[in-house]
C-alpha cells in the first residue's frame, strides 16, 4: 500500500480525491496549506505528494522547490494550471509528473503508480553507468567526473542518466522530451537546448568544443567518451 501526500485547499476536491484514492489501494494523508504540507512531508515521509498549486499561504511551486531542496520524495503537480510554460518549469523543479484539472481519481491513480515505479527502480535493472571519465549512480543520484563530483539539478541528472544509457547513439530532442520531461514534443524543445548547455558547463566542455555531449545538426545530441571513434 503506498502512502500518499495530498496537498490540495479545496474542499470539494480534496474530499473526493481522497475517498476515491483509498478506495484505490492507497493510504493518503491530506494537508490544506503549503506548510503544512511541507511538515507532513517531512514528519511523516509518505512515499508520493500530490501537490496543487494555488494553494493559500504559498504558491505551490515555492513549496515544490523547498521541498527539491530537503527530500527526492516524488511528486506529482495536479492542477489548473495549463499554460506550456508552466508545465516545464515544473518538471524543470522537480516535479516527477503534472496532471491538469479537471482530471478523474482514475487517471490520478495510473499517475501515480507510475511514478511510484519509476522512483522505486530496480538495483539490478538501474546499474551505475560508466562512460570514459563520467559515473552516474542512479540509485543515489549522484555524478562523479574523473573523480570529482558533479552537482546537477534533478532535471540535468535525468538528462544525464537518460543520455548515457545510450551510449554511442544518437537521440533526438522528441525522445528526449518524453522520455525525460514527459511532455509532447513541441515548442518546449528549446528546454533540451537550454539544459544541454548547462549540463555541458558543469561538465568542463561547450558545443564548440565537445568532449561528451556532441550536437547532431538536425537531428538530437549524442554522449561519447573523449576519444571515442566516430
Not at 506550456?84 to 495510473?110: C, H, N, S, W
Not at 548515457?164 to 544518437?170: E, H, L, S, T
Not at 522520455?179 to 564548440?208: C, N
Request: proline share 6%; glycine share 8%; aromatic share 4%.
Amino acid at each position: 500500500m503506498a502512502r500518499l501526500l495530498l496537498i490540495e485547499d479545496d474542499l470539494t476536491i480534496r474530499t473526493p480525491l481522497l475517498r476515491a484514492l483509498r478506495e484505490h489501494g492507497h493510504a493518503v494523508a491530506a494537508a490544506s496549506t503549503a506548510l503544512d504540507g511541507l511538515r507532513d512531508a517531512l514528519d511523516d515521509r509518505p512515499d508520493l505528494v500530490v501537490l496543487d498549486l494555488g494553494l493559500p499561504d504559498l504558491d505551490g511551486g515555492e513549496l515544490l522547490r523547498m521541498l527539491r531542496a530537503v527530500s527526492s520524495v516524488p511528486v506529482i503537480v495536479a492542477t489548473a494550471r495549463d499554460d506550456e510554460a508552466e508545465i516545464v518549469r515544473m518538471l524543470d523543479a522537480g516535479a516527477d509528473d503534472y496532471l491538469v484539472k479537471p482530471f478523474t481519481a482514475a487517471q490520478l491513480d495510473a499517475r501515480a503508480r507510475a511514478v511510484l515505479r519509476r522512483s522505486a527502480g530496480d538495483p539490478a535493472t538501474d546499474p551505475v553507468l560508466v562512460v570514459g571519465g563520467l559515473r552516474i549512480d542512479p540509485r543515489a543520484r549522484q555524478v562523479t567526473l574523473d573523480g570529482a563530483p558533479v552537482e546537477l539539478t534533478p532535471r540535468e541528472f535525468d538528462l544525464l542518466h537518460h543520455l548515457a544509457g545510450r551510449p554511442g547513439q544518437v537521440v533526438t530532442k522528441r525522445e528526449l522530451l518524453t522520455e525525460v520531461w514527459r511532455i509532447p514534443y513541441g515548442g518546449a524543445d528549446k528546454t533540451v537546448d537550454v539544459h544541454l548547455s548547462w549540463l555541458r558547463r558543469k561538465l568542463g566542455e561547450s558545443a564548440q568544443d565537445p568532449r561528451y555531449l556532441h550536437t547532431v545538426r538536425g537531428v538530437g545530441v549524442r554522449l561519447d567518451a573523449p576519444g571515442s571513434a566516430r
